[in-house]
């Protein structure tokens, strides 16, 4: 599937984030036509966050054609302000932010399995 390697640990947390991912994107399908429900819009912010966090991080080669960003950065543009624009923003910042600590080595023991 991809021609990055990686330690056990990293490959199993890596395929759970992209399930959860793939999982919220498929939830949260048509989310623009529903402001009522600001939890779809949470949602498919924390799905975004996800996939960024694992981008930025280098895991991009790892995920491939499996994932990918499905929405543009400018997806919420002219809701930002609105309360479920505010619910995918909050969102996409946990999604990063528990992603990034999932991901983190142990305190002393750097990135090595």
């Known amino acids: ?26 939830e949260s399908e048509g989310f623009l036509e529903r402001p009522d429900d600001a939890q779809l ?5 924390y799905a975004y966050g996800i996939l960024r966090a694992l981008d930025a991080l280098g895991y991009a080669p790892y995920f491939g054609d499996r994932m990918q960003r499905v929405d543009a950065e400018d997806i919420i543009s002219g809701h930002e302000l609105m309360p479920w624009g505010k619910a995918w923003q909050h969102g996409l910042e946990m999604g990063e932010k528990e992603t990034r ?7 002393g023991r750097g990135s090595a399995d």
Do not use: Q, S
Not at 41 to 45: A, S, T
């Open 1 to 26: 599937m991809n021609a990055m390697r990686l330690p056990g640990r990293h490959r199993a947390l890596l395929d759970e984030l992209l399930a959860i991912a793939e999982r919220l994107y498929a």
């Open 41 to 45: 819009w949470y949602n498919r912010g």
């Open 101 to 107: 600590e999932v991901l983190a080595p142990a305190p």
